[in-house]
Nanobody
Framework: VQLVESGGGLVQAGGSLRLSCAAS????????MGWFRQAPGKEREFVAA???????YYADSVKGRFTISRNNAKNTVYLQMNSLKPEDTAVYYC??????????????????WGQGTQVTVSS
């Protein structure tokens, strides 16, 4: 089972990026999928998550700027990031919670993780 993130890169403040998380080895269409990020010297933090019924939840720091979505036919989750700020710089991780139907923001409760993709926002 693999989650593979892509779409990270270097962007100027105010710009946009779209991250993708492609799953293989099992279907995650019935699971909560989340995005987390970790900046150097900081703990991994919740960014956004989406349920199988496409209910979503966002961290206050990204609300109104980021949008999470999913395409179950492609077994893929996306994170559209607009109006990026330098403080959004981090490694972004995709994760799956296969045990709960409601969204949790605790990274310890997600049981599948991708390898991460770097997002760097320059000022």
């Amino acid at each position: 089972v693999q989650l593979v993130e892509s779409g990270g890169g270097l962007v100027q403040a105010g710009g946009s990026l779209r991250l993708s998380c492609a799953a293989s080895g099992r279907t995650f269409s019935g699971d909560v999928m989340g995005w987390f990020r970790q900046a150097p010297g900081k703990e991994r933090e919740f960014v956004a998550a989406i349920t199988r019924t496409t209910s979503t939840y966002y961290a206050d720091s990204v609300k109104g700027r980021f949008t999470i979505s999913r395409n179950n036919a492609k077994n893929t989750v996306y994170l559209q990031m607009n109006s990026l700020k330098p403080e959004d710089t981090a490694v972004y991780y995709c994760a799956a919670d296969t045990l709960r139907v409601m969204i949790t923001t605790d990274p310890a409760l997600y049981d599948y993780w991708g390898q991460g993709t770097q997002v760097t926002v320059s000022s």
